[in-house]
């Protein structure tokens, strides 16, 4: 598969748990993005690695959220007790340069109760 | 840091008719655009891209312009077929700090085709 994946599609989770959700990028892309989308927006910056050097990060990502990419290949967004207002789309995104198509994976869902 | 406006939200024209959609960035920095296309349920895909040394770029019935100065760029769609239905993003990043900061999206046109 050359494309971007991303795992679990679903994921539906009590308020105050923890969830990780999991993007494998093109594998020659150094670049890695995490978007969040809510319903009738446009994604949303959350952070960026290079490699494995996590370079930016908005101020969306509360010290709740964290994210990794241990070896520049997959990489993890874990959001610490979550919140009903977690509940989006969680996109990632992967490229070769910045500007070229960054190439998004099929997002995770995420529903908080 | 980066804005992008988009308009409309909605828009629907006849199969065979054009489209067109306007976005306005903030930031002069800016020097990427590209427009990608969101099928409902599906991912988001790059239709057409546009850096800032060139004015306009087209691929078969897509077309972007850009006007610097202005700080806007546009979307147009010729000969609309049914498939073209779905919600269209402009987005807009600059290399002032190597891409890190990501794309800045506007809020999406939902583009309708009618029959």
Not at chain 1, 21 to 47: A, K, M, V
């Amino acid at each position: 598969d050359t494309g971007v994946s991303q795992d679990p599609r679903h994921k539906i989770t009590k308020r105050g748990q923890n969830v990780t959700f999991r993007c494998d990028p093109i594998s020659e892309h150094n670049r890695l993005y995490w978007y969040r989308q809510t319903l009738g927006q446009g994604p949303e910056f959350l952070t960026y690695f290079q490699n494995e050097a996590q370079l930016e990060k908005s101020r969306l990502l509360s010290d709740r959220f964290s994210a990794e990419r241990p070896k520049g290949s997959f990489s993890t967004l874990e959001i610490q007790r979550t919140e009903q207002g977690d509940s989006a789309m969680y996109l990632c995104a992967s490229s070769s340069r910045w500007d070229t198509e960054a190439f998004f994976g099929q997002g995770t869902r995420l529903t908080v109760v | 840091g980066e804005n992008v406006e988009q308009h409309p939200s909605t828009l629907s024209v006849q199969e065979g008719d054009s489209a067109v959609i306007k976005c306005t960035y903030s930031d002069s920095a800016s020097n990427y655009f590209p427009w990608y296309k969101q099928e409902l349920g599906k991912r988001p895909q790059l239709i057409i891209d546009i850096r800032s040394n060139v004015g306009e770029k087209k691929d078969q019935r897509i077309a972007v312009t850009l006007n610097k100065t202005a700080k806007h760029f546009s979307l147009h769609i010729t000969e609309t077929q049914p498939e073209d239905s779905a919600v269209y993003f402009c987005a807009a990043t600059s290399n002032m700090r190597g891409g890190a900061d990501g794309l800045t999206f506007g809020k999406g046109t939902h583009l309708i085709i009618q029959p």
